[in-house]
């Protein structure tokens, strides 16, 4: 059981089951969404994941037709990615201890702010990675990508 939560403790979650490949995508409009060199997010597996405490403080962001993100409104740490209007993936930071998975990809290396020094040794990606292009699915569009097309920033 994976348990989470905002900075200042009024919504919480729990995730039932593992949480999917951790990924970051450094594009601008993910430093902007997250405040930081990027997202560090994880799909959930569906029906695996519930609302413990303070869904009605959540704000809903619609990124691009379809997608979004939900935050604390009294705190502003961002939570999870929807599709659809169900929660699609959780952010990584947001998890209490170890969420089980690590970052195992960086997305839109292309365009990461000059301050960001990438570690570690997963797969770095100029954009979209190959298993997220196979015909142009929107479901594997990353939600925590707020906006499509090109990342010109
Ligand atoms: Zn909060
Ligand atoms: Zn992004």
Redesign the pocket.
């Known amino acids: 059981m994976i348990a989470g939560g905002c900075f200042c403790g009024l919504v919480r979650y729990r995730v039932s089951q593992p949480l999917g490949p951790g990924r970051s ?7 902007k ?1 997250f405040s930081g060199a ?2 560090a997010y994880a799909e959930v597996a569906r029906g695996s994941f519930t609302w413990t405490a303070g869904e009605d403080n959540l704000g809903r962001y619609e990124t691009t037709p379809g997608w979004g993100l939900c935050f604390c409104r009294t705190c502003g740490s961002t939570l999870c990615g929807t599709a659809g209007g169900e929660v699609h993936g959780v952010t990584l930071g947001s998890v209490d201890g170890d969420p089980g998975v690590e970052i195992g990809m960086h ?2 290396v292309g365009s990461k702010a000059p301050w960001d020094h990438i570690g570690g040794r997963a797969p770095q990606y100029a954009g979209f990675p190959p298993s997220m292009q196979a015909g142009g699915m929107s479901s594997e569009i ?1 939600p ?3 906006g499509r097309g090109r ?1 010109d920033q």
């Open positions: 995508c450094h594009c601008s409009r993910c430093r969404a990027g997202s997305l839109f990353p925590e990508r707020p990342d």
